[in-house]
């Protein structure tokens, strides 16, 4: 059972564009959602996160919107540059004492010069 | 430079023939966590520890295990690995709770258990 889904496995988006990457989840119990960035041959990071007694937050070109009624969150990259081109992961936690992030499958990015 | 290291970063191995993969970090967090990550279920979470000598099972623990003597050290065991933990293996490490503080990953272990 997926609890964080990312229902497009790729996304093609040209220079200067907005790219928006897609996320939803089924556990209510969730509270903090991230967003990670994975370029090949390297692990994850952080890219931004937002709580769930937030519906926005944005740190620069990168904006997260939570749809809590929806269970859906969003990623907005404004304007999208070549060098954003990697795999995006949407994740959630519930909190509590296990340190646990749940994943959802990855979007890759493509951003065409 | 604050980091997460991994090693080997790549394994060829055989089935039974146990493995350890290391995991180390320079920024005295006290959570630490292993993922694999597989083709179509993102990352999973195996094992996590919140401190030295606390460890607990995470999503998909079966076949691994691990220890945390040191802060800095998690290592990841496989004692008879078998092809089915053929995976790209991630160690993270946190200051708090995943939902309160974001995780530093290594650069990941590629393993293929034949």
């Known amino acids: 059972d997926q609890q964080v889904k990312q229902n497009s496995p790729s996304l093609s988006v040209q220079e200067g564009r907005i790219s928006i990457l897609n996320c939803d989840y089924t556990?209510?119990?969730?509270?903090?959602f991230l967003w990670y960035k994975k370029y090949p041959a390297e692990g994850p990071t952080f890219l931004i996160s937002i709580s769930s007694i937030k519906d926005k937050n944005e740190d620069g070109r990168f904006t997260v919107f939570l749809n809590k009624s929806a269970k859906h969150l969003s990623l907005h990259i404004v304007p999208s540059q070549p060098g954003d081109s990697a795999v995006y992961f949407c994740a959630a936690s519930s909190g509590g004492a296990t340190n646990k992030l749940i994943f959802g499958t990855g979007t890759l990015l493509a951003v065409q010069p | 430079e604050a980091q997460v290291t991994q090693n080997p970063r790549y394994l060829i191995t055989v089935t039974g023939k146990k493995l350890t993969v290391t995991c180390s970090q320079n920024m005295n967090h006290e959570y630490m966590s292993w993922y694999r990550q597989d083709p179509g279920l993102g990352l999973r979470q195996i094992y996590y520890?919140?401190?030295?000598?606390?460890?607990d099972k995470g999503d998909v623990p079966e076949g691994y295990k691990v220890s945390r003597k040191e802060k800095r050290n998690f290592p990841l065991i496989l004692e008879s690995p078998s092809p089915n933990q053929t995976s790209l293996y991630f160690c993270a490490s946190s200051w708090g709770l995943a939902g309160a503080e974001t995780q530093y990953f290594g650069p990941g272990t590629r393993l293929l258990v034949l």
């Open positions: 556990n209510s119990m969730f509270d903090y």
């Open positions: 520890s919140m401190n030295v000598e606390v460890t």
